[in-house]
């Protein structure tokens, strides 16, 4: 995706994140948290050019929907947007603020099959350190989206 489309989907997402109860509505509220930090990521990668910001989505690892005039088709390439922190892997060289921003989402993700598919029920805990994962996350990516407009 382009970086654009990347940070209007955050702040819809955080906007959405900001009216739910994080533990009456934990599922709905933590898939937002992990879609949101994955296009924080990506946002970032982008910035950074280590992937391209282009008008490609990713469907499984290595493969994209591009959307063209002549009709949308899915194209393998080896390098867009990552679905999740290390898939598909990235070749390039990762700056030090977008890894943080990557082991914030693996934070979050490791509570992803417990929570949502096991039987751990969410407590508060969990939901602190998501959110503080969260919150690095986007942070970490602020500082970048300012940086890169200097």
Not at 22 to 30: A, G, H, I, T, Y
């Amino acid at each position: 995706m382009i970086i654009s489309s990347h940070l209007n989907k955050i702040k819809q997402l955080d906007a959405g994140m900001a009216l739910l109860d994080p533990l009456e509505d934990f599922e709905l509220w933590f898939w937002s948290a992990m879609v949101a930090g994955t296009n924080a990521v990506n946002a970032a990668l982008h910035l950074a050019q280590v992937t391209p910001s282009e008008s490609a989505f990713p469907s499984q690892p290595g493969l994209y929907y591009v959307p063209e005039a002549e009709g949308n088709k899915f194209i393998l390439k080896e390098f867009g947007d990552v679905l999740h922190v290390g898939r598909p892997p990235i070749k390039k060289e990762v700056p030090l603020d977008i890894h943080k921003m990557m082991e914030a989402m693996e934070r979050i993700e490791k509570f992803r099959d417990p929570c949502t598919r096991g039987d751990t029920e969410p407590n508060a805990e969990i939901i602190s350190q998501c959110k503080s994962a969260y919150r690095e996350c986007i942070d970490l990516l602020q500082i970048r989206v300012l940086d890169n407009q200097k």
